[in-house]
């Protein structure tokens, strides 16, 4: 039997691939710029590449094939007359700074899950899986980095209130365990906030922290 081909899906379909796999080399770029501090050089104002490769402190030639490939995504903007990048303020505001605005951290969950497809690949015939210490600590240090500006702007003033009465009852003093706190920065977060609680938290053995250890006495 021949099944006919609708020749305008398949060129759709086409197209959609072609944009997926661009999508996914442009995340890899963004990933790079922002690890390396470029995208923050470049908020601070407009520069041509020496300039915005001097601010972050890293080597032109590097500087300008990111740029290069961020200017072809539609992220960075260059005016040819000047020779200058600049990252659009709307830009910025997402791809910067400390809040949870930042969308870039993002970018790390494919630049850290890419280097096992190979693994997975493998254990889909042969079966037995890929242990979670495979994946770390860089999968634990990508997912700190994309829930850090959350906590740290909304938690407390914005996250905890809508529970209801769960402040109050921190306030006065509750035991409470987080089962997979990561590097235990939420934890952290509310045992600075409210020290009559006892807050413990678990995760996986040896996972790193940036802050305070994860597993807290009373009043800590």
Same mark, same amino acid.
């Given at each position: 039997?021949?099944?006919?081909?609708?020749?305008?899906?398949?060129?759709?379909?086409?197209?959609? $691939?072609?944009?997926?796999?661009?999508?996914?080399?442009?995340?890899?770029?963004?990933?790079?710029?922002?690890?390396?501090?470029?995208?923050?050089?470049?908020?601070?104002?407009?520069?041509?590449?020496?300039?915005?490769?001097? &601010?972050?402190?890293?080597?032109?030639?590097?500087?300008?094939?990111?740029?290069?490939?961020?200017?072809?995504?539609? !992220?960075?903007?260059?005016?040819?007359? *000047?020779?200058?990048?600049?990252?659009?303020?709307?830009?910025?505001?997402?791809?910067?700074?400390?809040?949870?605005?930042?969308?870039?951290? !993002?970018? &790390?969950?494919?630049?850290?899950?890419?280097?096992?497809?190979?693994?997975?690949?493998?254990?889909?015939?042969?079966?037995?899986?890929?242990?979670?210490?495979?994946?770390?600590?860089?999968?634990?240090?990508?997912?700190?980095? !994309?829930?850090?500006?959350?906590?740290?702007?909304?938690?407390?003033?914005?996250?905890?209130?809508?529970?209801?009465?769960?402040?109050?009852? $921190?306030?006065?003093?509750?035991?409470? *365990?987080?089962?997979?706190?990561?590097?235990?920065?939420?934890?952290?977060?509310?045992?600075?906030?409210?020290?009559?609680?006892?807050?413990?938290?678990?995760?996986?053995?040896?996972?790193?922290?940036?802050?305070?250890?994860? &597993?807290?006495?009373?009043?800590?």
């Amino acid at each position: 039997m021949t099944t006919s081909l609708d020749e305008t899906r398949v060129a759709a379909f086409g197209e959609k $691939l072609v944009g997926t796999y661009v999508g996914g080399m442009v995340t890899l770029m963004v990933d790079l710029a922002s690890r390396t501090g470029l995208l923050d050089a470049l908020a601070t104002g407009p520069g041509t590449g020496e300039e915005v490769a001097s &601010r972050a402190g890293l080597v032109e030639r590097y500087v300008r094939e990111c740029l290069g490939s961020l200017v072809t995504a539609g !992220i960075v903007e260059y005016d040819p007359a *000047t020779r200058q990048y600049s990252l659009p303020p709307e830009h910025a505001l997402l791809l910067t700074g400390e809040g949870s605005l930042n969308l870039a951290p !993002i970018s &790390r969950l494919v630049t850290s899950l890419a280097p096992h497809v190979p693994d997975v690949a493998r254990v889909s015939r042969t079966g037995g899986g890929v242990p979670y210490e495979a994946f770390r600590p860089e999968f634990t240090d990508v997912m700190d980095g !994309i829930s850090r500006g959350l906590m740290d702007g909304q938690l407390l003033d914005g996250i905890l209130p809508v529970t209801g009465e769960l402040p109050a009852r $921190l306030a006065d003093g509750v035991r409470a *365990t987080e089962i997979g706190c990561g590097t235990g920065h939420a934890l952290n977060l509310m045992a600075g906030a409210y020290p009559r609680s006892s807050f413990t938290g678990y995760d996986w053995p040896g996972t790193r922290s940036t802050g305070p250890a994860p &597993r807290l006495p009373p009043g800590h």
